[in-house]
């Protein structure tokens, strides 16, 4: 007689596993959406995307701790996802949104020097941040991190970008109220030198020595992120509120985060002696 064969039904664990993959599997697809859109030219969707990207980003670490699913495989899966959705999609999004020109068919084909290189420096800058994450910081980030986190200036370049296309969306504020010339951007105006320097700065707090705090902890702090986050989802309008919100508090975190963590260290180490 022929043996049936059973199939082994995966066990709880199995699909625990899964689960979370299936949402970091999310967050990557997110961050190559964000790619696809950018080269379209509808930056709305390309920078929303990279921050949806985060917020999955976020829930899958969060539940693989809770679900105690925690893999070898998720941590390497993770920073592939990192090095795409916070690395190479905000590098397209900075390149279609302020130096490609989507014209003619000949300037559609034509690859700009100055937006080529920012773009290839977020990137490297991203993959080395990330590489020396898994070198140097021996507890991965649960004290604080080495460098600026890659998340920290993607999300940055995506928030001043979605502030400005939600705002100049049909259903936005935009209609009754449009933005100054120089807020756009595009025109080549002050504020997008800012931006230039603002990229290129980032660019190296991320690969240098500075020590990072992690974001704060707090209910009310996590709170107001959540709602802030899922503001971005609902509507142009309640994007614009919460870019309002998230944009200056990346900032602070930018450049005064580093100056506050090491005044920290020092208080604690002087009464603790």
Same mark, same amino acid.
């Given at each position: ?144 991190? =080495?460098?600026? @986190? &890659? ?5 940055? %370049? *995506?928030?001043?970008? /979605? #502030? $400005?296309?939600?705002?100049? !969306? ?45 974001? =704060?902890?707090? @209910? &009310? ?5 959540? %709602? *802030?986050?899922?503001? /971005? #989802? $609902?509507?142009?309008?309640? !994007? ?34």
């Amino acid at each position: 007689m022929r043996k049936i064969l059973h199939i082994k039904k995966p066990s709880m664990q199995a699909n625990k596993v899964v689960c979370v993959n299936a949402i970091t599997s999310g967050a990557l697809l997110c961050g190559l959406m964000s790619i696809l859109y950018s080269a379209a030219g509808n930056f709305y969707w390309g920078a929303l995307l990279i921050l949806g990207a985060m917020i999955l980003d976020g829930i899958d670490g969060t539940t693989a701790r809770l679900l105690k699913a925690e893999t070898l495989f998720g941590a390497e899966f993770d920073t592939f996802v990192d090095i795409t959705a916070f690395g190479i999609a905000p590098a397209m999004l900075v390149y279609f949104y302020l130096f490609h020109d989507f014209g003619t068919a000949l300037t559609k084909a034509a690859i700009h020097p100055v937006g080529a290189l920012i773009a290839l420096a977020i990137v490297l800058s991203g993959a080395i941040r990330l590489a020396r994450f898994k070198v140097v910081d021996e507890d991965h980030g649960m004290s604080g991190y =080495t460098g600026m @986190p &890659i998340t920290v200036n993607a999300l940055c %370049l *995506a928030g001043i970008v /979605l #502030f $400005i296309e939600a705002w100049k !969306a049909k259903n936005g504020w935009g209609a009754a109220h449009p933005l100054p010339a120089w807020v756009t951007l595009q025109d080549g105006g002050w504020l997008s030198w800012l931006m230039y320097i603002n990229c290129v700065i980032c660019l190296f707090l991320q690969v240098s020595p500075f020590k990072y705090p992690k974001p =704060t902890n707090t @209910p &009310i702090g996590q709170l107001i992120g959540i %709602l *802030a986050f899922v503001g /971005l #989802f $609902i509507h142009p309008k309640t !994007a614009v509120i919460s870019c309002c919100y998230l944009v200056p508090v990346t900032l602070f975190y930018i450049y005064v985060a580093p100056f506050w963590y090491t005044l920290k260290r020092r208080w604690q180490e002087k009464h603790a002696a």
